[in-house]
Structures are given as C-alpha cells and as structure tokens.
C-alpha cells in the first residue's frame, strides 16, 4: 500500500494506492491549499482503516468453510479474468438490484389506492380485474408484508405463484397469478423502489393445463332429473347455463355487477334473449360506470325451462353460499359416473354448452359470441368443435323438461 502525492483532475491530491483481494484499489483526497495537512491526514487515515480491513477480510476467509472459501477464489479469478473489480461489481449489484428498504405492506395498500382510483399516472382498472389484483396483492401481503423491497428474489416469488394453496391449479390459473402479482413489481420498478421484475425470470411453460372437460347427453338428463326431483326451483338456474352458455358469475352476480334476474329475460321479443351483464367498466373519462352487456338467444329448448321459474340469485351479496351448496347436493344424487367418463368444473355446463352448439349448428362464431368469448373461433376449433358429433348435439338440445322427466 502506498501513499503518493499526484496530480488529479488538475488539481493536487494524495493517492492511496492498495492491491487487495478483489483487484487494485485507489482513493484520491484533493489538497486544500489553505490547509495541505488535512489531505494528507485523512489520506493515511483512510490507509489504515483499509489494511486493518484487508487483514479483517483475509481472516474471515480463512474462517469459511473450505466450500465456500473456494467459491470466493472462483469468483475472484473470474472477475479477474474479465477485468472486473470484484469488491466494486457486488457494490454495484447491492446497489442496483437489492432494492429498497421499504416494507411490502404499506407499499401494496398504495399501490391498490393508484389501481382502483387511477392516481400517479397508473392505469385505472376496471372492477372485475381490480378484485383479481386486489385479491393476489393482498395475498402477498398477507405472508411477506413485513418484509422489505430488497427481500423480494426471484425464489421468493416463484414460491408465492406455485403457493399450496395453487397446488393443482391449471396453468391459466397460475398465468393469472403471475400477472397479477407482476403489476405491483413494475410498479415498484417504476417508482424506482425495485430494479427489475422479479417475474421476468420465471417461465410457467410446462406447467399443468386443466382438461376442458363437458358432460354427455346422458350425464346433463341425469342431472336435470335428479333437480327436478330434489330442488326443482333450482332448475331453471341450471338450464340457463346448459342451453345459453352463461358463466357461473354472470348468472349469480359478481362483486361489481348483480347476477341474472327475471327482468333481463326477454320472452316476449321477436327473438327471445337473455341481457347478460358482463361487467362494469369503470375507466370512462366521465367517471360513469359503462355496463358492459351481450344479447344471448333463447333456445326453444331453454324457453320450455323457464316457463317453469325458479331461483336466479341476482344479488352476490345475497346469495351467499346457496348456490355452491344446492348444487354440490345436486352432483352427488346423480351420481354421473355412471354414465361416462367425466371430470367436474365449476364451468362444466358452459363447457358442456359449447361443445353441443357448435356440435349441432356448426357455428363457431356465433357460440363464440353467446358466451362473450374475445378470442376468434381458434379457441373453438381447439376445445370444443369437433369433439361432439351432430347425432348427439341434436339430442342434447332435445332435453326438454318433458323430455327430462
């Protein structure tokens, strides 16, 4: 280690010149003219500290396992190899890539707030995808809120999208959880909290797909039997989903918009449809909510049900847990096993739905439309057109509750 008296951007200085583990090191300390002893002073200060630190470092080497201590010689060749300086490229990473010190939680709550309001030049988010990246961000908090930004690594966060609670769980179920949880990250990359996403390096390619699964014509007459028989209000709930292809949400309401009720069933226009609500769109530059709807035909099979009434929970708030417990009875008296090889869903019936529309009228645009699908007919062509045949479309729309019965 040397101390020298040099020239350094024009002006006089003394430079501390030491080789250390990580490569060669130097400190410039620019003279006072008014008080030259003072350079020189901190010069030799700053010598001292760093050959007491050099022996510190070299202690604590000696002191790691043999494992470890040949990891930091490997690290220290490889550097040295590229003409990195060791010591300052971990500075840098620390730096740059650890992130800050702020904790998860109060982060996430401020970052809903410019979600769900539009604030700090966020993108606004319509009520329906705001619960889904509310429900996800709050999950996160839930189990890494007290930790800081710095904490958050890659095996963190590929850990909370494969959590237990996603063990199974369909690949679109797990993309969804990803983007959902990506959001907050680029937020924080944004407002300069975090370097990079962490969410970039995890690829779910592989990854289990949930089977499209539908139920035959025998299975869908067992479970319209066994409804008629033991909850015959409850029928006509069911029927919908079968021979108009509504989701699950759209029939029992969602958090951001009510369900299906009697007044959004039109029987006596020209062509008779049901209004579906599919969601509220909250980003109008007025502030007022734009319902999102679509038209769905009346099938004459579907008419002959709903001629019968019945419950239609158009309320979510009031629906509670009647809809799943009615038909978690319903499944388990008919006993579809029995007929067929199956596998269960909450959007079996829409499923089910879609395979015999398209099966029956060769339409795939227009089944595309009636269960307000975005996506052109590719998606039918892959899941749904062609895995029923015609013979046994046409029967399924024959299931009158005449027929049923």
């Known amino acids: 280690m040397t101390i020298n008296e040099v020239k350094y951007m024009g002006k006089l200085a003394w430079r501390v010149y030491a080789t250390l583990n990580t490569g060669p090191h130097r400190k410039f300390f620019t003279i006072d003219p008014d008080n030259p002893q003072e350079a020189h002073n901190k010069a030799k200060e700053y010598a001292r500290n760093l050959e007491s630190r050099k022996n510190q470092i070299a202690s604590s080497i000696l002191t790691l396992p043999q494992g470890e201590q040949a990891l930091v010689l490997e690290a220290?060749?490889?550097?040295?190899?590229?003409?990195?300086?060791?010591?300052?490229a971990v500075s840098f990473y620390l730096l740059n890539n650890q992130g800050s010190a702020d904790r998860i939680e109060p982060l996430i709550v401020e970052y809903l707030n410019d979600r769900k309001h539009g604030l700090n030049?966020?993108?606004?988010?319509?009520?329906?995808?705001?619960?889904?990246?509310?429900?996800?961000?709050?999950?996160?908090?839930?189990?890494?809120?007290?930790?800081?930004?710095?904490?958050?690594?890659?095996?963190?966060?590929?850990?909370?999208?494969?959590?237990?609670?996603?063990?199974?769980?369909?690949i679109n179920t797990l993309k969804g959880s990803k983007t959902d949880i990506s959001g907050f990250f680029k937020w924080l990359v944004g407002r300069e909290l975090m370097v990079s996403n962490p969410c970039g390096k995890i690829s779910l390619d592989g990854g289990k797909r949930k089977k499209i699964t539908y139920l035959n014509v025998e299975q869908v007459k067992k479970l319209l039997q066994v409804c008629l028989k033991n909850d015959p209000k409850f029928a006509v709930n069911q029927a919908i989903q079968f021979f108009a292809g509504l989701r699950v949400g759209e029939i029992t309401g969602q958090e951001d918009c009510a369900?299906?009720?009697?007044?959004?069933?039109?029987?006596?226009?020209?062509?008779?449809?049901?209004?579906?609500?599919?969601?509220?769109?909250?980003r109008m530059e007025?502030?007022?909510?734009?319902?999102?709807t679509r038209s769905v035909d009346i099938h004459p099979t579907l008419m002959a049900w709903i001629?019968?009434?019945?419950?239609?929970?158009?309320?979510?708030?009031?629906r509670g847990k009647g809809y799943d417990y009615r038909m978690?009875?319903?499944?388990?008296?008919?006993?579809?096993?029995?007929?067929?090889?199956?596998?269960?869903?909450?959007?079996?019936?829409?499923?089910?739905?879609?395979?015999?529309?398209?099966?029956?009228y060769q339409e795939p645009e227009t089944t595309r439309y009636m269960m307000g699908h975005e996506d052109n007919s590719?998606?039918?062509?892959?899941?749904?057109?062609?895995?029923?045949?015609?013979?046994?479309?046409?029967?399924?729309?024959?299931?009158?509750p005449d027929n049923v019965s």
Request: charged share 35%; proline share 2%; hydrophobic share 30%.
């Open 121 to 170: 030049g966020s993108r606004q988010l319509r009520p329906d995808s705001y619960n889904n990246v509310e429900r996800e961000c709050n999950k996160f908090k839930e189990l890494h809120g007290d930790k800081e930004v710095r904490e958050v690594s890659v095996t963190l966060t590929r850990d909370f999208i494969f959590r237990e609670e996603n063990s199974g769980a369909a």
């Open 378 to 400: 590719t998606v039918f062509r892959k899941h749904y057109d062609g895995r029923v045949d015609k013979e046994e479309a046409l029967k399924f729309w024959d299931l009158t």
């Open 286 to 292: 007025d502030g007022e909510l734009d319902i999102v």
């Open 328 to 360: 978690t009875k319903i499944k388990l008296a008919a006993d579809l096993k029995s007929l067929g090889e199956w596998g269960w869903s909450r959007s079996i019936a829409r499923h089910t739905y879609a395979s015999m529309h398209v099966g029956a």
């Open 307 to 318: 001629k019968l009434d019945g419950d239609l929970y158009p309320d979510f708030e009031k």
């Open 76 to 88: 220290y060749k490889k550097a040295t190899d590229a003409g990195i300086n060791l010591y300052e």
């Open 259 to 282: 369900g299906l009720g009697w007044p959004d069933i039109h029987t006596d226009k020209e062509i008779p449809s049901l209004e579906v609500i599919e969601s509220k769109d909250s």
